[in-house]
């Protein structure tokens, strides 16, 4: 049952083009890979609670993998250690782990929630990461994610890894694929596999009540991104 | 201390603004009714409404616009929710609109049999839904209150939208049977989209068109509009309202209305010992 937490920040630091949060919230949580908090920012002309989804949780800690994309993000990269945030969660559907061999693909910050992810799928596992350049990660986070996984890296500007789009170099040899990353992204995986992806829109409520975050589906029903997803099958969006 | 919209006790002023918590069903899952006075559901119409296409929501400064459209599943589904609405320990009154006076018609002869629904709030100014406004207009705000008033025997709070003479509208639901009003919907506006601006940019203005008009009405009012904090509760309630709603500040913190209640009760204990 989501809650709301009075968490302390006990790491708040640029990681490449990222920034990594943690916070100790005080309670063990129990959270599902693909769900998501939604973090309060503390200045009156902003409104509306910032949404991210789970990097990795360890007991009573909780992280998040960020990139400062406007004024709520950046006053939250301005916090300093010990300062509380008012956090709400756990949010949302997650990702499905019945998969035994997966194909983990992230665009630029839509790594975050794959790691958390790997982490608690079984089999074989294989990260696509995509970013604009090379400069994007740091050694110690793409250090992580190669400890539990197969890693594979492109960059548009070939300055890291592969050149390209990470969609260019996404096979069927796999069971299943786990997306996270830019629309554009998501909508050209077009694979005959399963997809669950995560997607992203302005969230108000949170939790299922405001209908003010649908998406159509290719079905032109309208569904609630915070409360049907995060996580969708992408084949009934695309 | 106990508050009262027309013979309805509330143990609090605060209620919950038609639309940001929906029917309530996720909310009172997650949270109680702490703090608040009174319930008042997302807006129903007669037919189901699929609502406006995505997105519908866009933040500026100080500021929600929402387009939601008045997404709901009609009349007959929302007739399930009795047994959470009989649950809760606080009143319930239903919002509804319609487009057309037989529907107005129609709801109000469905919801009058409803015991467990105090009154309802008949929503004349979705700034969202293209035809169906009919706050713009004195006559029509008459035809469809007066409409209501001949099947419904309980309270009716008339909620119209912000005008800069209010009383050219408010006047006619008055006339046409309205117990009470809801002062005021949403502000039109558009940044990426187009839809109705809440939240503290517009209490400013609500608040004087509020003031202007207190003084012309004796019948309960609702305040609704830009409410964050107990001082702006405060404010509304110096002002003279009977009640206030909050709505967009559930998003910034979902137990609002708890905070809010607390800090109002202490307010109001230490007003009340000073007067002794």
Do not use: H
Not at chain 1, 197 to 219: D, H, K, P
Not at chain 2, 97 to 108: F, M, N, P, R
Not at chain 2, 120 to 133: D, T, W
Not at chain 2, 220 to 239: H, K, Q, T
């Amino acid at each position: 049952m989501p809650k709301i937490y009075n968490g302390e920040i006990v790491e708040n630091r640029p990681i490449g083009g990222l920034f990594l949060l943690t916070v100790s919230i005080g309670e063990m949580v129990s959270v599902e890979p693909g769900q998501f908090f939604l973090i309060r920012i503390d200045r009156e002309d902003i409104i509306l609670r910032r949404a991210f989804s789970i990097f990795d949780a360890d007991r009573d800690k909780l992280s998040f993998l960020y990139r400062v994309v406007g004024k709520g993000t950046r006053w939250l990269s301005e916090r300093e250690v010990g300062y509380k945030l008012n956090i709400f969660g756990p949010l949302g559907n997650s990702f499905s782990l019945d998969s035994e061999r997966s194909l983990l693909v992230g665009g630029g910050s839509g790594m975050a929630p794959l790691y958390y992810l790997g982490k608690s799928l079984k089999g074989d596992i294989k990260f696509l990461l995509g970013a604009q350049t090379g400069s994007f990660w740091d050694r110690e986070l793409l250090l992580r994610y190669a400890e539990i996984g197969d890693l594979e890296i492109v960059t548009e500007d070939g300055s890291l890894g592969k050149r390209g789009l990470v969609t260019q170099y996404i096979d069927n040899s796999y069971k299943k694929i786990y997306a996270c990353g830019p629309i554009e992204m998501l909508k050209s995986i077009r694979v005959d596999i399963p997809v669950e992806g995560s997607l992203e829109t302005t969230i108000a409520c949170g939790f299922g009540a405001c209908r003010g975050c649908v998406i159509e589906t290719r079905g032109g029903e309208y569904r609630r991104v915070c409360k049907d997803g995060p996580v969708f099958n992408l084949k009934e969006i695309f | 201390m106990s508050w009262n919209l027309c013979g309805i006790e509330l143990r609090t002023p605060l209620v919950t603004a038609s639309g940001p918590l929906g029917w309530g069903e996720e909310f009172f899952e997650i949270f109680s009714t702490r703090g608040l006075g009174l319930f008042i559901p997302k807006t129903v119409t007669y037919n189901p409404k699929i609502g406006n296409p995505p997105p519908r929501i866009e933040e500026t400064i100080g500021g929600v616009i929402n387009s939601i459209g008045l997404e709901n599943e009609g009349i007959y589904k929302w007739l399930k929710l009795e047994p959470l609405y009989r649950s809760l320990d606080i009143p319930v009154m239903a919002s509804i609109a319609g487009s057309t006076l037989d529907e107005i018609s129609k709801l109000g002869e469905i919801i009058n049999k409803l015991d467990y629904i105090v009154g309802i709030e008949l929503n004349l100014s979705c700034p969202n839904v293209k035809g169906e406004n009919w706050s713009n207009n004195p006559s029509s705000i008459f035809e469809v209150t007066y409409t209501l008033r001949k099947v419904y025997n309980k309270p009716i709070f008339v909620k119209l939208a912000p005008k800069d003479t209010p009383m050219l509208y408010i006047k006619p639901a008055i006339d046409g049977g309205a117990d009470g009003l809801t002062l005021f919907n949403t502000f039109p506006a558009y940044k990426t989209i187009s839809g109705g601006l809440s939240g503290p940019a517009i209490r400013p203005i609500y608040m004087r068109l509020f003031r202007e008009v207190k003084d012309k009405v004796d019948v309960p009012i609702m305040a609704s509009g830009g409410v964050f904090s107990a001082s702006d509760v405060l404010e509304y309630l110096n002002l003279g309202a009977n009640a206030v709603q909050i709505g967009t500040a559930f998003f910034k913190d979902p137990d609002i209305a708890e905070r809010i209640y607390e800090e109002l009760e202490s307010f109001l204990e230490v007003k009340n010992r000073d007067r002794k």
